[in-house]
Nanobody, 122 residues
Framework: QVQLVESGGGLVQAGGSLRLSCAAS????????RGWFRQAPGKEREFVAA????????HYADSVKGRFTISRDNAKNTVYLEMNSLKPEDTAVYYC???????????????WGQGTQVTVSS
C-alpha cells in the first residue's frame, strides 16, 4: 500500500523550532515533487512549501519564507520541513503530499499523508 506518513509535530513555544518528516512507503517517490500544506481550525488548507524531485527548486508561502526550509533525501524517500521562529499563527495540522510537478496548488497533488499537529503557544 502506497502511503505518506508525517511525524515530528508537537507543542512548542513561540520562537521555538520543530522538524517535520514525511516518509513514503510502498513505492519510490524520488521522481515526484513533494509539498507541505497546513490547515488551521475553521480555515482552508493552505500551501506552505514545495520541492522538486531533484531538490533543486523550492517554493515557499510568503508567510513562512525565511523561517521554514523544505528539503528531501531521496535515498530515504523522505521529505523534511524545518520550522524555525515559530509563531502562534503557525498552529495547524501539517500535511505532506506528492505530485508529478512542483506546484502550490493542492488539487494537483495525488497522494496525501494523514497529517501531524503543530501547536505553537504564545
Amino acid at each position: 500500500q502506497v502511503q505518506l506518513v508525517e511525524s515530528g509535530g508537537g507543542l512548542v513555544q513561540a520562537g521555538g523550532s520543530l522538524r517535520l518528516s514525511c516518509a513514503a512507503s510502498g513505492r519510490t517517490f524520488s521522481n515526484y515533487a513533494r509539498g507541505w500544506f497546513r490547515q488551521a481550525p475553521g480555515k482552508e488548507r493552505e500551501f506552505v512549501a514545495a520541492i522538486s524531485w531533484s531538490g533543486g527548486t523550492t517554493h515557499y508561502a510568503d508567510s513562512v519564507k525565511g523561517r521554514f526550509t523544505i528539503s528531501r533525501d531521496n535515498a530515504k524517500n523522505t521529505v523534511y520541513l524545518e520550522m524555525n521562529s515559530l509563531k502562534p499563527e503557525d498552529t495547524a495540522v501539517y500535511y505532506c503530499a506528492a505530485s508529478t510537478d512542483i506546484t502550490r496548488w493542492a488539487r494537483q497533488y495525488d497522494l496525501w499523508g494523514q497529517g501531524t499537529q503543530v501547536t505553537v503557544s504564545s
